[in-house]
């Protein structure tokens, strides 16, 4: 796919990713699906383990069946494990830019836990809290599309910006095309479910959008992608009380206004620390 200037290749999906969000985007609620994708697979099976066994977790004996742990752990938890395994079958592809790609996989995780939380606290429905995690991680992967065509060059614009990332402005002026409109065309080539791929394309323009749980979840999405990107530098937490999108806040209420901030603060930080706990960055 030609576009502005900017030949469109997409990697491979690594194939427990696909299986993983088809099983949350179909809503069920049996975890066997989830524990077989996780039985077949050494590696997650062991990471799995690792993280229900975690001090994190506090469990008083050791859990050695991985049906028992991906029941105790929760399905969302247990498919960003998978997910993020799935970023590490990449890491070959990328070999010379592995610090990057940790970088880019940092931000897929805090994206996708920031609008679990959001959402949640939000009290947007169930179905579309469900799929927060998923769609979130797969939004921060716009930036892998870009990595994967032009390695070098992408690589050299992120290391000419202030804090770690390019932004979506410096992406459009290089490529024609940013992360943020790239994740909809990847999930729709990864032949990911409709309902990832129409809140990806939300998240990418969500300003013509009438309300909806499917606007708030790419709203929510948006904004844990800009905070992915603070949250890599070291200045995060002072960031917070700066955020680039509270200028586009119309809250008529200081309270509101105050009240949607600390919520969005508490949320950041969550995704933060869950970002730096759950993988290997």
């Known amino acids: 796919m030609q576009k502005q200037g900017l030949t469109l290749t ?12 088809e099983f949350i985007a179909s809503g069920q609620t049996d975890p066997d699906p989830l524990i077989d994708i ?10 799995v383990l690792r993280r229900v066994n975690s001090p994190y977790h ?14 105790l752990l929760g399905f969302v938890e247990v498919s960003s494990i998978v997910m993020i395994e799935g970023v590490e079958e990449l890491r070959e592809h990328f070999d010379a830019h592995s610090a990057l790609l940790r970088q880019i996989a940092h931000s897929a995780v805090f994206t996708g836990r920031f609008a679990q939380g959001l959402t949640k606290a939000l009290d947007v429905e169930e179905d579309w ?30 290391e000419a910006g202030t804090m770690p990332l390019p932004d979506t402005e410096a992406e459009a002026h290089a490529f024609g095309e940013n992360y943020r409109t790239l994740a909809p065309q990847a999930a ?13 394309q939300i998240a990418a323009s969500p300003a013509d959008e009438p309300e909806s749980p499917s606007k708030m979840l790419g709203v929510s999405i948006r904004n844990g992608g800009d905070l992915a990107r603070r949250d890599l530098d070291e200045n ?3 960031s917070l009380d700066t955020s680039e999108d509270a200028e586009n806040s119309e809250a008529s209420e200081d309270s509101s206004v105050s009240r949607i901030d600390d919520l969005m603060m508490t949320v950041a930080q969550d995704a933060s620390t869950y970002a730096s706990e759950v993988g290997h960055f």
């Open 188 to 200: 729709d080539h990864w032949e990911l479910p409709e309902r990832v791929c129409s809140v990806l």
């Open 129 to 158: 809290t469900r799929l927060a995690f998923s769609a979130g991680f797969i939004h921060a992967m716009g930036r892998l599309v870009l990595l994967h065509i032009q390695p070098d060059r992408y690589a050299t614009l992120a």
């Open 10 to 21: 997409f990697p491979t999906l690594p194939s427990t990713i696909s299986k993983v969000e």
């Open 236 to 238: 995060f937490a002072a």
């Open 58 to 71: 506090g469990l008083r004996r050791e859990v050695e069946s991985i049906d028992r742990a991906v029941r």
């Open 38 to 47: 996780v039985e077949h697979d050494p590696s997650v099976s062991l990471n």
